[in-house]
Nanobody, 128 residues
Framework: QQQLVESGGGLVQPGGSLRLSCVSSGSGFGLYAIGWFRQAPGKEREGVAC????????NYADSVKGRFTISRDNAKNTVYLQMNNLKPEDTGIYYC?????????????????????WGQGTQVTVSS
């Protein structure tokens, strides 16, 4: 089981950048795929990006391709989400979530029901 904590959110102007971190205190972090999701006010939670347990494979929502980059450092039990060229529609609470996959390049589908362990979220606000 992974205990996840997100950080790095904040207020940024359109066109700006933020880097989110997701740190796990659970064991076996390198055996879990990690996904980033977000939820805007009044909307359903949606998948943003996912990375395989090995870090060798990634998947992105169409709305963030070319702007967001997901990466991981298994030695630090941490997954990052680098967000560039932020837009007001990127505003929301960002969550990370874990899915046990074993070690490898498998990237699960970016659906909330696929993932088991969730963090508490970090707020990202893009506004001028």
């Amino acid at each position: 089981q992974q205990q996840l904590v997100e950080s790095g959110g904040g207020l940024v102007q359109p066109g700006g950048s933020l880097r989110l971190s997701c740190v796990s205190s659970g064991s076996g972090f390198g055996l879990y795929a990690i996904g980033w999701f977000r939820q805007a006010p009044g909307k359903e939670r949606e998948g943003v990006a996912c990375i395989s347990s090995s870090g060798g494979n990634t998947n992105y929502a169409d709305s963030v391709k070319g702007r967001f980059t997901i990466s991981r450092d298994n030695a630090k039990n941490t997954v990052y989400l680098q967000m560039n060229n932020l837009k007001p529609e990127d505003t929301g609470i960002y969550y990370c979530a874990a899915l046990f996959t074993g070690f490898g390049n498998y990237v699960p589908v970016l659906r909330t029901t696929t993932f088991g362990s969730w963090g508490q979220g970090t707020q990202v606000t893009v506004s001028s």
